[in-house]
């Protein structure tokens, strides 16, 4: 049995980090990973509870597979819980594929740091345990240096994920800024067009008014001439 564990620091909130957790996958830092899919997921107490199934393509040495087999596709079972009030995101992977041989139980907490709740602490855990073949603390080795090697990508794929959500909320700021701009380009041009409208209508009834005294007037002399 290997013990593996682990600590990293992203300077994000918990809440950042937690919702980048959320969007990992796909990533271009861990393609080996091809897919999640929910098998149940429920609030309780106010807890978020899910259970993923999660399929990566996993390539071992030739003589690996001739000990514990071959199999294009593994798949691990994966059970989280995310507490928003405790700020705390627990996730616990075990392989369901070669476990017959192979049992890899990993966990994985996101938590505040403790020194500065601004920051998010990363610790992880992997037990690997290999049995019933040979050469399997040699495998141990193996897989744990693998584990290693992925939790590298894991951290660069968080700060992937955080870089695309800090880009989506630009985004869709300046999209809202371009629509509010445009809404007040077309008031104020609704504005001037009914400004206008309204000039012309005074100007015309100041016109017409102004013919209607003239009438009026001339109306009035013709009728004091033909009087005198």
Known sequence: MKIWTSEHTFNHPWETVAQAAWRKYPNPMNPAVIGTDVVERKVVDGVLLTHRLVSSKWFFPRWAQALIGTAKICYASEKSEVNPTQRQMTLKTTNLTFCRYI?????????????????TLLTQEAVVTVQGVPLSSYMEDLLTNKISLN?????????????????????????????????????????DDITSTARRSMDDISTKAKRSLDDIEKFAKANANQRS
């Open 103 to 119: 049992a890899v139980d990993e966990t994985v907490r996101y938590t505040p740091h403790p020194s500065d709740s601004s920051k």
């Open 151 to 191: 939790a590298g990508k894991g951290r660069q794929a968080i700060e992937w994920v955080i870089g695309k959500l800090d880009s989506e909320i630009k985004e869709l700021a300046n999209s809202a800024c371009k629509s509010t701009d445009e809404l007040l380009s077309h008031t104020k041009k609704s504005l």
